[in-house]
């Protein structure tokens, strides 16, 4: 697989950030199936960087669970278990927070995986790229993207110092 910090002459690094947000919004109108294909591409795509989701699905392991518990006791429909009545978790609710998992991950992961091919000056030269219309309004394009970029740098810093 070629590098995209290889490419950084090539092609501007706001073009990487633009398809990435065209990912994810292509991704909210998706079939379950054509979901978990982009889940499992993603995951082959990790094979180059080992830990990177593995770290991903240990910080967010709760956030998964209470979703998927989330969407299966308060969806309508029928029940999984129909002796427990309310207690059971409805079966279009599982599929709905399953559903919800899946494009949280492929969202995440694949924003990770952007973070690990460009580098800070990649992303701030894409942010700046993508802000620069916002520009004739008057709002300070340079200060916010250089707020964003420091703003993902500091997460990760937080994140890694307390291994979350």
């Given at each position: 697989m070629r590098n995209l910090k290889s490419c950084?002459?090539?092609?501007?690094?706001?073009?990487?950030?633009f398809l990435w947000i065209l990912f994810v919004l292509s991704t909210a109108h998706l079939s379950l199936a054509y979901l978990s294909?982009?889940?499992?591409v993603l995951l082959f795509l990790s094979v180059f960087y080992p830990f990177l989701l593995w770290r991903?699905?240990?910080r967010?392991?709760?956030?998964?669970?209470?979703?998927?518990?989330?969407?299966?006791?308060?969806?309508?429909g029928?029940?999984?278990y129909p002796?427990?009545?309310?207690?059971?978790?409805?079966i279009e609710g599982l599929y709905a927070g399953m559903y919800s998992i899946l494009h949280l991950w492929c969202?995440?992961?694949?924003?990770?995986l952007l973070r690990q091919y460009l580098d800070a000056g990649a992303w701030l030269r894409g942010m700046l790229g993508l802000l620069q219309p916002l520009a004739w309004s008057g709002l300070p394009v340079q200060r916010l993207a250089v707020r964003l970029c420091?703003?993902?740098?500091y997460a990760e810093r937080f994140l890694m110092q307390f291994r979350l």
């Open positions: 950084s002459g090539v092609v501007h690094p706001a073009t990487f950030i294909l982009f889940s499992l991903l699905f240990k967010s392991k709760i956030l998964f669970l209470s979703t998927l518990f989330i969407y299966a006791y308060s969806g309508n029928r029940y999984l002796a427990l009545g309310w207690a059971s978790p409805s969202m995440v992961s694949s924003l990770l420091l703003t993902l740098q």
